[in-house]
């Protein structure tokens, strides 16, 4: 930023009113940042999410929420997982599905991700989330076909293709093959 120019203060609506351009937008340190997201990354995030979706909702464990849900921390900032789980007990602390961004981190942060992805730029991610109520964050690399399972910024572990994602105690008895998100689908064609 330029000497003398003053730092926008964003509200919750004029975020909220930002065109739907394909991209999701995040408030990092005051400024506006748009993540433009492959086809692949799509894929993978859409796999996982509608498992996951089909989890809780079976088992009334709270909600599961896409990439244009953002979360507002406490540094100000708007972040927005491509995947999140937040339990009920939770929800229910904040009116349940409130209009406007959810206050804190969700319990399980999922990251997919892309090429421009930077390893420092994950790693403030992963530490923002942990610092504002995130129990378990995964990170998925689909140019290795690995998962990396954070249950805080300094514990972490490496699963491979032949390994099962385990939603742990945050998401009791959920598993699911790391081989399952990087299938390509078979068209017959």
């Given at each position: 930023m330029q000497a003398g120019l003053e730092r926008k203060v964003w509200t919750d609506d004029e975020l909220m009113a930002l065109p739907d351009v394909g991209q999701?937008?995040?408030?990092?340190?005051?400024?506006?940042?748009?993540?433009?997201a492959g086809f692949r990354h799509g894929y993978i995030s859409l796999r996982l999410a509608s498992v996951l979706l089909d989890f809780v909702t079976t088992r009334?464990?709270?909600?599961?929420?896409?990439?244009?849900?953002?979360?507002?921390?406490?540094?100000g900032n708007v972040r927005s997982p491509d995947i999140s789980f937040?339990?009920?007990?939770?929800l229910q602390n904040q009116d349940g599905l409130t209009q406007k961004f959810f206050r804190?981190?969700?319990d399980l942060a999922v990251e997919v991700l892309s090429p421009d992805d930077t390893v420092e730029g994950v790693h403030q991610k992963l530490t923002e989330y942990f610092q504002n109520g995130?129990?378990?964050a995964w990170v998925i690399d689909p140019g290795e076909r690995t998962v990396l399972v954070y249950r805080s910024i300094e514990r972490v572990r490496l699963l491979?293709?032949?390994?099962?994602l385990d939603g742990e105690d945050v998401l009791s008895g959920f598993k699911f093959p790391v081989a399952r998100l990087f299938e390509v689908p078979d068209f017959g064609g």
């Open positions: 999701k937008y995040e408030l990092v340190g005051g400024e506006l940042v748009m993540s433009p009334r464990l709270g909600v599961v929420v896409d990439s244009s849900t953002g979360f507002r921390l406490k540094s937040v339990r009920n007990e939770r804190g981190a969700p995130t129990s378990m491979r293709a032949t390994d099962e």
